[in-house]
């Protein structure tokens, strides 16, 4: 494994995988093939995260809004994570990968939720790589999470609204383990953020692939990788602050 990365590598890669269902499409298949099809190329590109040096890689596999999908859809998703995570607990293990979701797991049905809780502990004490998977989440819901959890400590006196800043907040997003988001990636063609880690995209780099996810494989990342190199991160000033 090549570790520590580089300085000009992005900390923290964030990937929304969009396509499946088009891949699926196109080639007659149906839809839950592309999401088959899309879970080999997770495997693929967190290996590869790793070999790179990537501190995190957070990947967006069902959001909120995916509950209100056709029901034999959303139960071949839920299977698939779930053999996802039986399949790939030695591989997560024996690379030093910590296994993390954000999101509302309480909907998941309780065998993934046992299935999730157990990898997390198993990983806990990793630190080779973050591979955190977004499941049941929002990026609004994250953010009504977090403010819901300060309103409630300024009620018990644990918390005045002065005190809230973005450290505050961070420590109530469900990132709050992660480093901050350097770099997300949308596959697909689609030019949108979809509710997610509004917060955390604050300064992000953004890298937009028309590759639909099942086809996005090790090169792709290397792409968008070098395209954040290439990119100069101002964080609001000027280029003169920058280069001093
Ligand atoms: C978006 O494509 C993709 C999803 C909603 C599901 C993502 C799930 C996987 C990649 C597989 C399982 C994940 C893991 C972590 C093992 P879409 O279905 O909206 O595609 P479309 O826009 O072409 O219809």
Same mark, same amino acid.
């Given at each position: 494994m090549t570790e520590p990365s580089s300085p000009a590598l992005p900390r923290h890669v964030a990937i929304i995988m969009d396509g499946n269902g088009r891949w699926a499409k196109g080639r007659g298949l149906p839809r839950l093939a592309g999401h088959e099809a899309g879970a080999r190329a997770v495997k693929l590109i967190t290996t590869h995260a790793r070999k790179l040096g990537l501190k995190a890689l957070t990947l967006y596999?069902?959001?909120?809004?995916?509950?209100?999908?056709p029901a034999p859809e959303v139960e071949g998703l839920m299977k698939l994570l779930g053999h996802y995570i039986t399949a790939e607990r030695a591989e997560i293990l024996d690379n030093d990968i910590r296994f993390s979701t954000i999101g509302?797991? #309480?909907? /998941?049905p309780r065998n993934l939720q046992d299935a999730i809780a157990e990898l997390k502990q198993a990983s806990?004490?990793?630190?080779?790589m973050d591979f955190c998977i977004a499941l049941s989440y929002g990026g609004r819901e994250e953010l009504l999470r977090a403010a819901q959890a300060m309103a409630a400590a300024c009620v018990a006196g644990d918390?005045?609204?002065?005190?809230?800043?973005e450290a505050e907040v961070n420590k109530h997003?469900?990132? #709050?383990? /992660?480093?901050?988001?350097?770099l997300l990636i949308r596959t697909s063609g689609e030019l949108r953020?979809?509710?997610?880690m509004l917060w955390q995209c604050a300064y992000a780099e953004l890298v937009f692939t028309p590759v639909c996810w099942p086809d996005f494989a090790e090169g792709d990342l290397d792409d968008a990788i070098a395209r954040f190199c290439g990119r100069e991160r101002r964080f609001g000033l000027t280029p003169d602050q920058i280069s001093k």
């Open positions: 596999a069902f959001s909120q809004q995916n509950w209100g999908r509302d797991l #309480s909907k /998941l806990a004490g990793n630190r080779g918390l005045t609204p002065d005190a809230i800043d997003l469900y990132t #709050s383990h /992660l480093p901050p988001l350097d953020i979809s509710n997610f």
